[in-house]
């Protein structure tokens, strides 16, 4: 197990004994005092501080504007933070250079509430740019990827069930479809942790349930962990290993999804909410 | 009401209108308004019949003529001799029964009718005149039939004015690369999206812009005539105006294309630890090339309509040879380009609205 993980692993990722294989509970992710003040001076994130185990399916919750997104894409720097410091595998993603903190990008994978394709460019185009991290970039001058890279490509898209819509241009295919080819485009990185914001939220409620099974199915059987943040508190109890809850950039919930009753549920929504449940 | 009635009576005045000269006119532009329906296309070659003979004055005798071909012959009733001689012409061989003219032709071949002819039943003709006073001494006679009417060709004026309007495509073709290949790179200097992340990017931005908007501020007419004064009359000083023009104008069509594509991709592919060379190329670039074709498409359409008066300033093209028709008063010349240009402008427009449709 340790020896292979090591092989996969890119040069310059510290190898040896894993420190995964040794002891299960070693985090994947330590966030400590994590804080975001955008220029505009709404705070977004204050002090936040969780740790997140290897193999969790942890749900972030809580109101539109509580932090969320912006927790998330603190996570690979997308957004830079304000104060605080978040260790992935046991690195300082803060402290990294440049080129330290793209090698720590491409084994974090990430999937966004409006896909984020290139509408205009095929699906397989779209799944092979997750590889991006690990080419040469001269490479991208010729839009050369490897032969193998796109049959693995295509693999990958099988796994999600899209593989007949390879050549078709992302734009066309419908939400689901698309979330879809966002997942094979995360599945190729080889992520050792899957970043996903609102992956959902725009998606009608039988396509969610679909979608978060393909995600949950990369939870449970690549042991891939997942971060993901999501509306519906139904579908966080179904999906999640834990949750936890962020209201006005804090964290206010960070347990079991049955812990949450009627009083935790207003504490994270507010006085006025009602639960909304989604089958 | 009243300040607007005020705007309009005194534009009507400095304006000088004066709707009365519109039919005062007319008769000076119905010449070119009927050689609209008949623009010098089509010509039939007629089919000439020549025959010549020398005559000298100053007693100089010329030698005799060479045994000529079987063709027509002409004979003068004398060879030699002085201005105001009375001289019989006499021809034959000639078609039968047909006119024909009879030339005088000076010692540096400039050319003068001296007289018509008739061609009687065997294609013989007789015709007196009287030696022209002209300057120099070794003079030729000749006598041109007309045996009749060639087949329909291509006039020469239309051979020039394609020429001309393949001149004035190129011209627009080679103005628009030269407006792209500057555009292209500035535009990315002139979007606020891109220039954010960089260093001083809020200035360049700014100067980029400011470069745009001053020079699409001159029109390209003026800068043609700036251009013929640099590099001389001709196309290429067309090339630069239009090329300046378009760089201007591409450069923030393009600008606002990198300004609104969707950031999402970008978010995607740099969270995939890709460099900014891949962003560019896998997130942004393939939102913009569509657009970019599109816009420059356009943009030849319009330097191709552009290009067809910047020859009236010296810049090349077909507007060149218009402008000549029409001051010559060749009117059925001047249509004849006119409807060039209005063709090849449909076509193109037509051609460059499908290519667009098929892109976007």
Redesign the interface.
Known sequence: MAGELAGTSPPGWPRGPIRRSVAVSDPILQIEHLSKTYPDGTQALADVSFTVAPGEFLVVIGLSGSGKSTLLRCL?R?VEPTAGTIRFQGRDVTAASPQE??????????I?Q????????SVL?NVL???????P??W??A?YFPPALARRAAANLDRVGIVQKVFTRAGSLSGGQQQRV?IA?ALI?EPALI?ADEPVASLDPATSHSVLRYIEELNKKDGITVLCSLHFLSLARRYGTRIIALRSGQLVFDGRPHDIDEDRFKAIYGEEAVEVEVH | MAATLLVYAYGWRVTQIRLGELWRGAHLIRPFLSALAVPDVLTRQPDLQKAAAVFYYGGETPPPPGPGPGGPRLRLSRVTGAIGDRVVASGEGFAPSRGGILWWENQIGQRQQIGTLTTDGQGRFTQAFIAPDVQGTHNMVSAEVVRGVGPLRLSQTFFTVLDRMVETVFLALMGTTMGVLFAVPLSFLGARNLTAHIPAGGAIYWLTRSLFNLTRSIEALVLAIIFTVWVGLGPFAGVLALGVHSVASLGKLYSEAIESIDTGPIEAITATGASGLQIIRYAVVPQIVPQFIAFTIYRWDINVRFSTVIGFVGGGGIGFVLQQYINLLQWRQAATALWMIALVVVLLDYASAVVRQRIV
């Open positions: 690979n997308l903190l793209r090698e720590i990008r491409r084994r974090i994978g990430m966004f409006h896909f984020n394709l290139v509408r205009r460019a185009t740019a997750g590889r991006l991290g690990y080419l970039p001269a991208a001058l839009n966002g485009r990185q970043l």
